[in-house]
């Protein structure tokens, strides 16, 4: 769906930059599954306009590289870098994430909403197949995915400037969509997978210690925390991680 962005890159990031959410649930969430990674390197797949790919930079990453099939998310990225944060030297490069070369040996792999694009298992599998050949022996992915088990009926994301609009059916590879509700509404499209989807694909492609993790909330100071509460009550995103085992 490299053209979905494509044609959204400018609005995309705006969002990304605005979110609330993303700042108060879905950054600390996927951070604290990574861990300390300091003096690590660290491959940002589907990096989009490089948001996570700087924090990374920011939080000691040694080295960098974010990967976005996108070519004007990657151009957006580059240029951010160079007018916001010269000195990070993040490296950004365009591969679809089904068809990825060996980038290196990586201690951590972060994927924000990239496998729920996977349109196949085939092709989910050609991603995971590329994450794990990248990451090395004991090294980590992080996921950010679509909440499989949503509930259209329960508490409504909505005010939270979130309307999920998943399958009726929840057909493996069914079709979906997410609207951001900013000044501008921004709908993205994707797919629908369930939990044991995603956990044989990751299973097939050689990773172990599949595990799933809620959403965990951190408000700035003075915020109220209860906000919150419906939303994660009915998340409409949830975070995964796994491994690439030890050999022998």
């Known amino acids: 769906m490299s053209n979905q962005y494509d044609q959204i890159s400018d609005l995309y990031a705006s969002a990304a930059d605005r979110s609330v959410f993303k700042k108060i649930l879905e950054c600390p969430t996927l951070l604290a599954i990574l861990g300390s990674i300091e003096g690590m390197s660290v491959l940002d797949v589907a990096c989009g306009d490089g948001y996570y790919a700087r924090l990374f930079r920011q939080r000691g990453a040694a080295r960098v590289v974010g990967v976005d099939v996108s ?23 365009v591969h679809d994430a089904a068809d990825m070369p060996v980038l290196g040996s990586f201690d951590r792999v972060a994927a924000a909403y990239l496998l729920n694009y996977a349109g196949t298992r085939g092709q989910m ?5 590329g994450m794990f050949a990248n990451l090395a022996v004991g090294g980590r992915l992080a996921a950010i995915l679509p909440n499989p088990d949503f509930d259209p009926a329960g508490p409504s994301p909505v005010k939270y400037g979130i309307a999920p609009r998943p ?4 057909r493996d590879g069914g079709a979906m969509s997410v ?4 000044d ?5 499209n994707f797919f629908y997978w369930s939990r044991s989807a995603y956990e044989q694909t990751l299973a097939e492609a050689g990773f172990r210690d599949i595990r799933w993790h809620p959403l965990e909330c951190s408000p700035e100071p003075g915020d109220d925390a209860a906000f919150w509460d419906d939303y994660l009550a009915n998340p409409h995103a949830i ?8 050999l022998g």
């Open 71 to 93: 070519e004007r998310m990657i151009t957006a990225a580059r240029r951010r870098e160079r007018e916001e944060q010269p000195a990070l030297g993040v490296e950004y490069m």
């Open 125 to 129: 599998l050609r991603m995971c197949e």
């Open 167 to 170: 399958p009726e059916d929840r």
């Open 179 to 182: 609207d951001l509700l900013l």
């Open 184 to 188: 501008a509404p921004l709908t993205l």
């Open 239 to 246: 975070a995964m991680s796994c491994s690439r085992p030890q």
